[in-house]
């Protein structure tokens, strides 16, 4: 297990940011496949995506959704975080190989709830803006240090 | 493999609707986990999930993103569809054993681009709104059936 401290509501300032970042290829496609159901081919049949304007598979633009989920999650403001909304707007396929940095900042608060509002960023290796929105959360209202689980062990057959 | 007809930007109209359904359980939030690499543990660890308001694990809430995407890709407008933007409000958790249904319905279109967007609702079994939000697409120019692949075979360890 990893130890992850969070940010509780009276520690986050505007301006705040932390960013999380997580290498995507045809197994993250699969095992996102595998918990949606979304057999879209354009993710999964080298074939098919050949005939679209992508020319090879790309990523479900959603994973990257899941992405900023666990930015949120897991880095900014961490552990015991309530997900309340997202926007997103995907600009750019992301393709197997891709490297995704997902940039949190904090750009307003408001106390009763302890409400957030986060912008969200996600770029690939070279810098390209791959999606972007915004996202509404409960900060946590304590300082904890939490045992992250281990990443599920799942092998593709 | 499952062969899938799409409905093109043509014969798309305001208000038309359709549903895509699937039963969440501890196998696919442990498969989004692994494809995302959020290890929230309110949604993994039984033990720390008893100690939130939610007191048993629940779901990814963009696991619930991750339907809207598949009812889209698979269903209405169905293959073909490039996804432009998504935005979502998680009303409900949703918890291991529950089966949720997204509903699309198609709210507006526009000819520049074949720009779409749907008006999205995730309910569970017990027809509470889990979710909801809009999407944008840009639908399909032609008409044309595709064998969705299989789901990836994936086993937990």
Redesign the interface.
């Given at each position: 297990m990893s130890a992850r401290e969070n940010i509780p509501y009276d520690e986050l300032e505007t301006g705040q940011s932390a960013s999380?970042q997580?290498s995507i290829g045809t197994r993250?496609?699969?095992?996102?496949?595998?918990?949606?159901?979304?057999?879209?081919?354009?993710h999964?049949?080298p074939g098919?995506a050949a005939s679209?304007p992508f020319g090879e598979p790309i990523a479900?633009?959603?994973?990257t959704?899941?992405?900023?989920?666990?930015a949120l999650?897991?880095v900014l403001p961490g552990?015991?975080t309530i997900?309340?909304?997202?926007?997103?707007?995907?600009r750019l396929p992301v393709k197997p190989g891709d490297t995704i940095t997902v940039t949190l900042t904090v750009t307003e608060k408001r106390d009763r709830r302890r409400w957030v509002r986060l912008n969200c960023e996600a770029h690939n290796q070279d810098g390209k803006l791959v999606a972007n929105?915004e996202a509404e959360v409960q900060a946590p209202a304590e300082k904890m240090t939490?045992?992250?689980?281990?990443?599920?062990?799942?092998?593709?057959?």
């Amino acid at each position: 297990m990893s130890a992850r401290e969070n940010i509780p509501y009276d520690e986050l300032e505007t301006g705040q940011s932390a960013s999380f970042q997580r290498s995507i290829g045809t197994r993250e496609i699969a095992l996102f496949a595998a918990a949606t159901g979304d057999l879209n081919p354009v993710h999964l049949d080298p074939g098919f995506a050949a005939s679209t304007p992508f020319g090879e598979p790309i990523a479900h633009g959603m994973l990257t959704g899941g992405l900023v989920s666990a930015a949120l999650a897991t880095v900014l403001p961490g552990p015991g975080t309530i997900y309340l909304g997202q926007n997103l707007r995907f600009r750019l396929p992301v393709k197997p190989g891709d490297t995704i940095t997902v940039t949190l900042t904090v750009t307003e608060k408001r106390d009763r709830r302890r409400w957030v509002r986060l912008n969200c960023e996600a770029h690939n290796q070279d810098g390209k803006l791959v999606a972007n929105g915004e996202a509404e959360v409960q900060a946590p209202a304590e300082k904890m240090t939490v045992d992250l689980p281990p990443e599920p062990a799942v092998s593709l057959c």
